[in-house]
């Protein structure tokens, strides 16, 4: 079955950077697209990026310039970069794949001074 495991997450200053990885299992990685999804409580759940089987991105407009989404592959790895990080991107990041309805337990992000 489909495993995501995301890690990474921690606190970080205003203005700081974190690189969250997420290793998947149980399906062909390289022909799915994979994303990055992030939620607050009291909040839906916002896609935060994707990236396609050939590599193509998409962002949020709320990170856009700021994150950067990769993948391995090789290693079955999904990768957010995320520098200048502000308050408001606070939250439990998650990573998808498309097609699957499996979400790990996600990473907490917590932006603060």
């Known amino acids: 079955q489909v495993q995501l495991v995301e890690s990474g997450g921690g606190l970080v200053q205003p203005g700081g950077s974190l690189r969250l990885s997420c290793a998947a299992s149980?399906?062909?990685?390289?022909?799915?697209?994979m994303s990055w999804y992030r939620q607050t409580p009291g909040k839906e759940r916002e896609r935060v990026a994707t990236?396609?089987?050939?590599?193509?991105?998409t962002y949020a407009d709320s990170v856009k310039g700021r994150f950067t989404i990769s993948r391995d592959n090789a290693k079955n790895m999904v990768y957010l970069q995320m520098n200048s990080l502000k308050p408001e991107d606070t939250a439990v990041y998650y990573c998808?794949?498309?097609?699957?309805?499996?979400w790990g337990q996600g990473t907490q992000v917590t932006v603060s001074s």
């Open positions: 990236i396609y089987k050939a590599g193509s991105t």
């Open positions: 149980g399906f062909t990685f390289s022909s799915n697209a």
């Open positions: 998808v794949a498309h097609g699957s309805s499996s």
